[in-house]
């Protein structure tokens, strides 16, 4: 037996074409892009505006997505993090008291490291003691929420310095805010940290099988952190972003995020179980709900009406999944199996 | 002389007063291919995965190259052991260089160098000779390929000792036998192979030395010149002589035909017809994997199948099975194998168990009265002999023998016409078992038709008239009265000629 | 193939449902187009404008029911042409809203603030791209009222002077002891009504003393839960009336007191809202009296305000405000049509 004999199996992809089509194959934002096309589709039909005023549309991307973008990496690993949109009020709340007193540098600051906490405490339950993520986080999304409001005294805190937040809310770099901005940096951010450093790429592996990552010699608990404190960073600067460009923290602030933001990782094909997805998808995901939203906005269509739509698309992009697919062909088949075979009795 | 590579002494392991390794040694020469070869349950993977630092056992040591190494997962890995698992433990999502290289990422300052990490993976690829796309993901692989990459995984870091479970399992015989012939070539390099397997022609084709395990029990370890296969197969079995006949089923004659499954294909079940007669319980042997429980859960329309026709006949009525809710209602009782994640609710009571599958016949209004309940649900408690049978007590409170006795209560109720259970007694203490067996057969002597899978084989000796044994998703043979033996039983699951009985 | 074919079965639905909604939404928009591009014409009965009203609430609550079709009627009549959002209450989805309206140029918007603190960017970014701004529901901060051309809607500070005159008027001079209970925290329309009982209290009948007062949610669950840990807090027998900040509070607190088996009629509630929940109340004489706020109203004066703007009936800098008037509901008018509840 010599090193020359080779087994071959399965395809390798050759040509332009075929290397382009493998690597469409391969990725799992196939889905998203489709019904991103659609959308777009539409809207360009429709409703221009989208797109002639695409500042606008941007910064309503930005809005829905950015949260979105930090929760991704918890979903990868396979856990969620419900506190996020009690994180973003609780952080904005910290930021403009902390401000108020001292100066914003201080009070951006307070409120990231209130981020950092709130995500060691979630991964310290969901990691170390083992408690199952939903409930962990279900917890904390309460406390943090009431911790808002004990913070602000039960109203929203207006930001002294009204300027700096109405300049901050302004094009910065052609027509693009600073929130827009921010939110293409941590989305090229978390995408270089899932791609490219180490840490990052094994958190497909820990959503993906978990008892292989562990046997495999990847420290899982510690990915876990890293994820949450990603998330819970992320929404923190959401947090404060919302607070400036308002010029007020309101401690009910981010009531419609966090379905928003579970819904643009869920159409970006990410898989709630972990081990499938990608940042990119998110920011796909994030790109349609945000141009819909717009577009449904200018139409004047009201929310249930909106709902709806969102609920449509939310069901076409897990549907489409190809194991739902496969999963609903071998009962469909099974039962003209049965059918047929009634017949020929 | 050289010394071996491997040691492992004295290993001793229990599960909850089972013991699953009962002190056993074995070592491996550099260059050699060990077989470890046993029936199910014999202890192999248990071994295994205490080799690989992923169990701690009870007592004992693993030594390479002479010295003793800490039991952790890293420990081993870091001392050369690499397992390629039963159960594939890739990364569906990832690439296959990802895959090959989890958790060892080359990296400068964290940041991932991924064409070095191609390039390894390319390597290790080349050296056990398959050609795959470095960038394919894992979920758009063949399962046979899936399998070749978890090996390049464990040979990707360059391991002293490379230990396979049962890596021929989901192979074609071509797969096989180039995986066979790259297991040589790694050998001839002076690796250490640690080879797993049911399948006796494998180990009489590749391997230099058998270790025997049953029951947990060390019982051979000889050089493959000294051993035949006939001889392996009598010492995997080992209990012919204790098998006490008295207990089995003498000939009999059954009443009508009540299952006749036709042309039957599902994922692992490659066309199989299957007939179970008034009266008659069937039993299904062979490996664990070989397709048996998937056969059953298609027949009765538990999970979809791809091809087949299954007819049910209770009460002089014909059905056909279409699904699992047409199968209940043909008179189908299913105990699954799972019973704690299938066949029970454990916060339940006994009580609430039993009524589940009932409620039409408890309460034909959809009221239910917990008085009728309880006396119904006691009725069929005492009738499986539950100890004790205290039908408010959550059945989580009970053990695993009375927990099966609830499963079998909660489907007698209804009066099923056709009983179909698999791995009924596992994990069950030596009286349940035998209460369970008495019980499965005074169903069949009233009149039901049973079908029965077990990987015991003293007890599907002792169960069945018929013993089919299922080999890779096909029935490999069908034994009756004297000719089913351990022996017989053994040699057509594990592939091996049947040998004159 | 039969797999891409499930995949596209559900696409080409929604693409078929979504071009025959764009499709109404651009013969909608096609037609106002023509319309604006006769605005240089001199019949101003032709005159068609577009104007975008940013609500933080529509048909998904009571209190919208009646105000959106209000609102829609007066400018159908008008000829104003309204695209309505729906912010739920989130500041920063409103924000977003109004980033999209003044996106949009429309000859005005109406805005309804969902978070009083929150609005000055948009009003700021409608006041560069010259956008008039009218405000609806619940008045701006001080501070921001300069960036609007003017507000209708409920006197929320008078509605909370009406309820406390109701309130000393039965008390009369006898000491009495009452709770508090307000609306959400923060809230202006909470905040104003606040003030506005507590100062009429305190200069009509500095005799009634408020015990404690604490926010809700504007809902009769939560409103009954905080009513009866404040009547422990305090003792029933220490207690002698409520007020609530609306009729859903009111709700909650009555259940409250009937909870601890004593009669809510001997109690002095008044309230605000006259609702279909506080009107039969009213009635039934468990609460003394509440404050009509007319939902269809304030609907209707949002678009007519607008209209005065856009007609230039009111002029940049003349801020005009529209108070609802705050009509007393008591048990002696309560069954009256003209005080018919509304939401």
Redo the contacts between chains.
């Keep these: ?1 010599t ?8 395809s ?2 050759t040509g332009f074409w075929g290397k382009f089509r ?2 469409l ?2 990725r ?1 934002e196939g ?1 998203a892009v ?2 991103f096309a ?2 777009a ?2 809207v360009t ?3 221009p ?1 989208v797109f ?2 695409y ?2 549309t941007l ?2 991307i930005a ?1 829905i997505g950015l949260v979105a973008l930090g929760l991704t990496a918890v979903i990868l690993m396979g856990e969620l993090d419900l506190s996020v949109a009690s994180t973003l009020a609780v952080s904005g709340v910290i930021a403009v008291t902390v401000a108020n007193q001292t100066n914003m540098a201080i009070g951006v600051l307070a409120a990231l490291a209130a981020g950092v906490v709130v995500s060691l405490i979630n991964a310290f339950f969901v990691a170390i003691v083992g408690i199952n993520s939903f409930i962990a986080t279900l917890g904390m999304l309460f406390a943090l929420r009431g911790m808002a ?1 004990v913070i ?7 930001l002294q310095n ?1 300027d700096l ?2 300049a901050f ?1 302004q094009p910065l770099l052609g027509p693009l805010t600073p929130r827009i901005l921010i939110f293409f940096l941590i989305f090229i951010a978390i995408q270089i940290f899932v791609s ?4 990052g ?2 958190f ?2 820990v959503g ?2 978990r ?8 420290p899982v608990k510690r990915r876990i952190f890293t994820g949450f404190i990603i998330s819970g960073v992320v929404a923190a600067i959401a947090g404060i972003i ?1 607070a400036v ?4 923290a ?8 966090l379905l928003a933001s579970f819904a643009a990782a869920i159409i970006g094909g990410n898989y709630l179980k972990g ?3 990608s940042i990119i998808g998110t920011l796909i995901g994030a790109a349609s709900l945000g141009m819909l939203q ?2 449904l ?8 009406i909106q709902e709806i ?1 969102i609920g ?2 939310l ?2 992009a897990v ?2 999944d ?1 194991s739902s ?1 496969r999963a ?4 469909l ?3 003209f ?3 047929k ?2 017949l ?2 | 002389m050289t010394s071996p590579v491997i040691e492992a002494r004295n290993i001793v392991k229990s599960f909850g007063g089972v013991r699953a390794v009962d002190d056993v040694s074995v070592s491996v020469m550099p260059g050699e291919i060990h077989a470890v070869i046993g029936e199910n349950g014999a202890g192999k993977s248990t071994l295994m995965r205490i080799l ?1 630092g ?1 169990e701690t056992p009870d007592s004992g040591s693993v030594r390479i190259d002479g010295k003793e190494i800490e039991n952790s ?2 420990a081993s ?1 870091d001392a050369g052991i690499s397992l390629v ?1 039963q159960e594939l ?7 296959v260089a ?1 895959n090959i290289m ?4 080359p ?1 400068n300052g ?3 160098k ?1 064409k070095e990490m191609k390039k390894i993976a390319a390597d290790t690829l ?2 056990i ?5 470095l ?3 894992i979920s ?3 399962v ?2 899936r399998q ?1 990459v978890e090996i390049a ?1 464990a040979v990707a870091r360059k391991p002293k000792v490379l230990i396979l479970d049962e890596p021929t399992a989901t192979l074609t015989p071509a ?1 096989t036998d ?1 995986l066979l ?2 297991l ?2 790694l050998a001839s390099q002076g690796l250490a192979i640690i080879y797993i397997s049911h399948r006796i022609p494998e180990v009489f084709k590749i391997c230099n030395k058998v270790t025997i395990l049953r029951d947990g029990k060390l019982v051979t370890n000889d050089s493959i010149g000294d051993l035949t296969p006939d001889k392996v197969i009598d010492q995997m079995v080992g209990r012919e002589l204790h098998l006490d006949l008295t207990q089995r089923r003498p000939a009999r004659e059954f009443g009508e035909l009540v299952l006749s499954a036709k042309g039957i294909k599902a994922p692992k079940v490659n066309g199989i017809d299957l007939e179970v007669s008034k009266g008659q319980i069937v039993g299904l042997g062979g490996l664990v994997g070989a397709g048996r429980t998937e056969l059953l859960r298609a027949i009765i ?1 538990a999970d ?6 299954v007819t049910i006949t209770s009460n002089g009525k014909k059905r ?4 699992y809710l ?1 199968a209940i209602k043909a008179g189908v009782a299913y105990v699954p194998e799972e019973r704690r994640t299938d066949g029970l609710a454990l916060t339940m009571t006994v009580a609430e168990n039993i009524f589940l599958p009932n409620r039409k016949e408890v309460s034909p209004t959809g009221v239910m009265p917990k008085g009728k309940i309880a006396a119904f649900a006691k009725d069929l408690s005492e009738k499986v002999n539950l100890r004790p049978p205290e039908v408010t007590r959550e059945a989580g409170q009970y053990s695993g023998g009375n927990q099966q006795k609830i499963v079998i209560a909660k489907w007698l109720g209804r009066k099923p016409s056709f009983i179909v259970l698999d791995e009924p007694t596992r994990g069950v203490d030596v009286g349940a078992k035998a209460e369970i067996h008495k019980l499965v057969k005074e169903l069949a002597d009233e009149g039901a038709a049973v079908l029965v899978i077990s990987s015991d084989l003293p007890e599907l000796l002792e169960l069945s008239d018929l013993i089919h044994v299922v080999r890779d998703g096909k029935i490999a043979g069908t034994l009756t009265g004297a000719e089913a033996t351990e022996k017989s039983v053994m040699s057509l699951a594990a592939g091996e000629k049947l040998v004159g009985a | 193939m ?2 891409s074919r ?2 596209l079965a ?2 080409v639905m ?2 078929a ?3 025959v ?3 109404c ?2 013969a909608e928009e096609e037609t106002t187009t023509d319309a604006g591009s006769t605005t240089d014409s001199t019949e101003e009965v032709a005159e068609t404008y577009e104007v975008y009203a940013l609500l933080p609430q ?3 609550q009571a209190y919208g029911t009646f105000y959106v079709p209000a609102m829609e009627a007066a400018a159908a009549e008008l000829g104003i042409n ?5 912010s ?6 409103q ?3 109004c ?2 309206a ?3 140029k429309p000859d005005g918007i109406i805005l309804w603030p969902a ?4 609005v ?2 948009c009003l ?2 409608a006041a560069a791209a010259g956008i008039p701004v009218t405000v609806t529901n619940s008045d701006l901060f001080d501070a921001d009222k300069a960036l609007s051309f003017g507000y209708s809607g409920p006197d929320t500070y008078g509605q909370g002077v009406s309820s406390a005159e109701i309130m000393c008027e039965l008390v009369g001079d006898t000491p009495v002891n009452i709770i508090q209970l307000n609306g ?3 809230n202006a329309t909470a ?1 104003d009504r606040d003030n506005g009982f507590t100062d009429t209290v305190a200069a009509n009948c500095p005799n009634v003393t408020i015990l404690q007062e604490e ?1 809700t949610d504007w809902t009769k669950a939560t409103a009954q839960q905080v009513a009866s840990e404040m009547i422990t807090a305090q003792g029933i027998d220490n207690i002698g009336g409520i007020y609530a900040a609306d009729d859903s509070i009111a709700a909650g607190a009555i259940a409250a007191l009937e909870a601890r088996g004593v009669v809510a009629a001997d109690y002095f509630i008044t309230s605000i809202g006259n609702t279909f929940l506080g009107n039969p109340l009213v009635i039934a004489g468990s609460l003394d009296g509440t404050v009509f706020q007319s939902s269809s109203w304030d609907g209707d004066n949002a678009t007519r305000l607008m209209y005065a703007v856009l007609t230039g009936e009111i002029a940049a800098g003349e801020r005009e405000v529209r108070f609802m008037p705050s009509v007393k509901v008591t048990a002696g008018n309560a069954s009256d049509a003209d005080v018919a509840p509304e939401w």
Excluded: C
């Excluded at chain 3, 309204?82 to 729906?86: A, E, K, Q, Y």
């Design positions: 037996m090193n020359q004999t080779v087994i071959k199996v399965g390798t992809a493998s690597v194959a391969r799992t889905r489709v019904l659609i959308i589709t539409f039909v429709s409703q505006l002639t005023a500042q606008v910064g309503r809005l409001f602000s005294d039960e109203a929203p805190v207006k009204t937040g109405i809310g490219r450093v180490k840490a790429r094994e497909l592996a993906g099988n008892q292989a990552a562990y046997d495999a010699g990847i919302n460009e308002r010029t007020s309101d401690p009910t602030s981010g009531s419609t995020v081990g499938k997805g717009v577009a906005t200018i139409s004047g269509v009201q929310i249930p739509f449509g698309i069901l076409i549907i489409t190809p697919l609903v062909w071998g009962s088949s099974t039962t199996q049965g059918i075979n009634s020929a009795k | 690989a992923v997962a890293k890995i698992h433990s890739l990364i569906p999502e990832m690439t990802e989890l958790g060892a990422f990296t964290g940041w991932t991924t080349k050296e000779g398959v050609e795959v796309d960038d394919e993901r758009r692989l063949s046979a390929l070749f995984r797969e180039y012939s790259m040589q070539r329309g979809p199948r791809s091809a087949g026709r056909v099975i279409t699904g047409s | 039969r797999k499930l995949v559900p696409a929604l693409a449902a979504a071009l909604l764009s499709g939404a651009a529509g048909s998904d309204l695209t309505i959002t729906n739920q209450y989130d500041g920063d989805k924000a977003s809203e980033e999209i003044v996106a949009a978070v009083g603190d929150s000055r960017p700021e970014a959400a925290p923060g905040i926010s």
